[in-house]
């Protein structure tokens, strides 16, 4: 059999076009085998092959230069080509499928299993009359509707619209059409209603061609179109951002659960949204406290939180004394305005446990438990084993487990074994973990049966105190933390107290624990936000010894070297510029009446008025021990905080920190130094260096080189599923960021009130960009009402730049100024408008909450906040405002979001 390839695609100087395949005629894969195809010119380049009759064939093109190195690979997977077996010759004519393109979006599984989701369609018996072959590759369509193809030649229908040939749904995203034709011809494709039984839309632009002239006269044609031109531009949509553990209905257990989403789903549905987004949800028992409220520091990567469980769905105690008070219970923690996290726990933990001891000897012989185990097992018998010596030695700190504290698999696999007489404690972990997998898949099976999209939220972190550092603590640096430099939200900065990853120890075997981990979440989830997705380009590390964000600096880094410093102006002086730099009038002026206590207890005189810190105070982490142990004992609480601030100044009163990997030669500025003491004793000249340097450094050093360590560290890991990925790019962004998340098809998020435009107070949803997300606010800050209340200046400023509105600022942030905000960000050009809940009831005054300062889910500034944050209303509440629900199904119509085929 005769195969001839044909593709127009215009290379530049020295580059050529090679088709690779996965038979051994077209390199087996391999990029150094593939075949180099011949140029005829005007872009158009061919190859001819015999190949043994074969009923499929997989295939991709790639650009190499002119000393035949691997430069491109067109996008997408390989191309699946099936072949007529009576066809003795083959025509494909084929287009390049660009990677820039922004609608390649629209085959992450949010669309293709969700969204646009088929019904599986028989596979078409091959028709010997045929000699034609379209195929349209077109994921976005509507549930009940098809695209057809008509044109110039009678089996095309001659442009008759009744008679236009419905094209073939299984293969889709691609659809064929096998014809008759016998000349050359024009043709269009168009979306065939099969509930109007006709068709509603024409795709735009000039006609297509087909040729079948030369070569295309005798064999059969395989002719392939990239995509469908709608006619009113690209798909958007709207959702809503809720954490679980806020989200409040009737029959909740005083807090959101897995199953009340079902509902959340239901209110999207009648509202037209179509995608629902929650934060982290893996399990946070680590002290089992209140701070456990935190859901980005999760004890495992791969379990989900036990607290989301919904006790009558896992099934009824015998003893209905104890069933019917834990009902009660929970009942009145679900009439609470907050979530009391510690007392839902104590009520949930006891009844797992009764109702294991209960069920166990069913539960150990169920084949869909036993299922479960086999596919998770090697994440889940770690976990199992961690939550149990939690427990037992009191403590998630693994370091403080004797024998255990170093992790054995051998060791762990023998504790957990089913004849050990302890079994039940770590079976019952089992068996929490296969109810939450059980209900929260229902739960995903459920929104892609709605076309309601799930989006989850990955942690850039790990905790410290996790199985998974626990397992494989050489993926991680643990004399490190990971945080953010400061900004008008966090001015010390951000400890987040994570240990940052060992980026070279995973690449070793290919990121398998990204895989692993995304792959778990893809099981729920259909599209997925990175939580700070600059930390893949470079992360905020922070030293053990630091307890402050400002400490910190960005790892990978270049730092300056000592020549580099000399050569641009700077007199280094090590002592000077790295060491604490301490005079008594700073003394003064930080701890006033406290002055000389602090001089006796903390610090040493040196020459002249020059102070040095104690080597029992000299690091933030030993002051922060010190006055730990003296707090709780001490009324004067305000007072000693004052002074623990105070002698963090001192200590972080440097200009300089210096690179471990180059002591004594290489030094990296210290954020945020131009506000230091030190900056500020230096003459204006030596300030004048610095701040070039400094400039230098952080805005334009470190560019190229933090762009090649996220295109090494990225591709590889949203590779490893299918969903559709959202990168949260807020903070100090570096200018190599936005051009290597269009390159990777990665969403981008835009928050008004944090805008990436320097010198700009707010940004415009006008100014997005298609890839992206738009939102108003999100749980790290105020919501739109909040936020209006809490600077008079800013929102007079926003009410008339932004809104457009003149005249008296409202005090407060009335519903119709809230709506115009909406209405902004639905019209976006974003492919995506995300509303906190709260944000989308504040347009109507009887739903909103009564308290604009209540809705507020996270304060960043504050790293022991306590996540319990409960929407006011609940669900059943929402569902039954029809009126509001009708308003808002309807702006959102109105901005064209949502729309299948947009014709």
Known sequence: MKIKFNINYHTVWGQNLYICGTSDLLGSINPSNALLMKSSGQGNWQLEIDLPKSSSLHYKYLLKDERGEEQLWEWGDMRRLSIPNTAATVVVEDAWRPEHDVENVLFTQAFTENLFKRSKAAVPKETTRANTRLRLIAPRIGKNQSFCVTGSAPSLGNWDPARAVIMDESAYPVWRADIQIEDSCEYKYAIFDHDKQGIIAWESGENRYLSRSGDNKVGFVIKTDNKFRYPLGLWKGAGVAVPVFSIKTTTSCGIGEFMDIKKLIDWAVQTRLKLVQILPINDTVATQSWTDSYPYAAISVFALHPIYLHLPKMGTLKDKKTMQEVLAKGAELNALPQIDYEAVMKLKSPFYKKLYDQQKAQFLKDEGFKLFF???????????????????????????????????????????????????????????????????????????????????????????????????????????????????YAISGQNWGFPTYNWEEMAKDGYSWWRRRLSKMAAYFDAYRIDHILGFFRIWEIPWHSVEGLMGKFNPAIP??????????????????????????????????????VKEHFLYQGEADFYHMKEAFDTQRKVEAHFASLLPVNDDKERLLKIKQGLFTLIGNVLMLEDEHNEGRGYHPKIALHSTYSFKELDPAAQYVLDKIYIHYFYQRQEDFWREKAMIKLPAIINATNMLVCGEDLGMVPDCVPGVMDELGLLNLEIQRMPKKTNTEFSHPVESKYLSVVSPSCHDMSTIRGWWEENAESTRRFYSTILGQFGEVPVACEPWVSREVIVQHLQAPAMWAIFPIQDLVAIDASLRHPDAQAEQINVPSNPKHYWRFRFHLSIEDLLAAHDFNARLGDLVTRSGRGDEHAP
């Open 374 to 488: 086999e596919e998770n097992k090697s994440w889940l018998v770690p976990y199992a084993a961690f939550s149990r010596l939690r427990d037992q030695f009191g403590t998630p700190d693994f370091t403080q487990w004797a024998q255990y504290s170093t992790y054995h698999k051998d060791i762990i696999e023998d504790l957990v074994d089913p004849k050990q007489p302890d079994y039940d404690h770590y079976a019952v972990h089992y068996f929490i973990q296969y109810h939450l997998h059980l209900q929260m898949k229902e739960v995903a099976d459920y929104a892609r049966e709605k076309g309601v999209v799930l989006k989850g939220d990955i942690p850039i972190g790990i905790y410290r105190n996790s199985a998974d550092a626990w397992v494989e603590p050489g993926l991680y640096h643990m004399d490190k933390q990971a945080g953010a430099p400061p900004d008008g």
């Open 560 to 597: 300056m070297f000592v020549d580099e410093l000399k050569e641009k102006g700077l007199h280094f002086d090590h002592d000077r510029f790295c060491k604490p730099y301490i005079r008594g009038y700073m003394i003064d002026e930080l701890f006033g009446a406290d002055a000389a206590w």
